[in-house]
Nanobody, 123 residues
Framework: QVQLVESGGGLVQAGGSVRLSCAASGSTFSTYRMGWFRQGTGKEREFVAAISGSGGTTYSADSVKGRFTISRDNAKNTVYLQMNSLKLEDTAVYYC????????????????WGQGTQVTVSS
């Protein structure tokens, strides 16, 4: 069982930056692939970024490539999402998730989810 708690969301101006954190419970954090997903109002939840258990491999959605960076610190049981050059369309609730198998972009393969943190980008 893994519990995930996101933090770091808030209101930010377009062009600004914010870093999200996701703290995980348990001693097997490094065995989990971690992902960030987001869900805008009235939209389906979509993949943002993922990182392998070791941190050696990362994946990003085309919409955030070059702007968002996923990283993890296994000693702290924490995964991060650094979000730069934010756009209005990045406004959403951001969720972190943990999984051990399956396609990294498919949310159905993630077993554990956090409660989400709101990021609102203003003009």
């Amino acid at each position: 069982q893994v519990q995930l708690v996101e933090s770091g969301g808030g209101l930010v101006q377009a062009g600004g930056s914010v870093r999200l954190s996701c703290a995980a419970s348990g001693s097997t954090f490094s065995t989990y692939r971690m992902g960030w997903f987001r869900q805008g109002t009235g939209k389906e939840r979509e993949f943002v970024a993922a990182i392998s258990g070791s941190g050696g491999t990362t994946y990003s959605a085309d919409s955030v490539k070059g702007r968002f960076t996923i990283s993890r610190d296994n000693a702290k049981n924490t995964v991060y999402l650094q979000m730069n050059s934010l756009k209005l369309e990045d406004t959403a609730v951001y969720y972190c998730a943990a999984g051990t198998r399956g396609y990294y972009m498919d949310l159905s393969w993630y077993d554990y989810w956090g409660q989400g943190t709101q990021v609102t980008v203003s003009s």
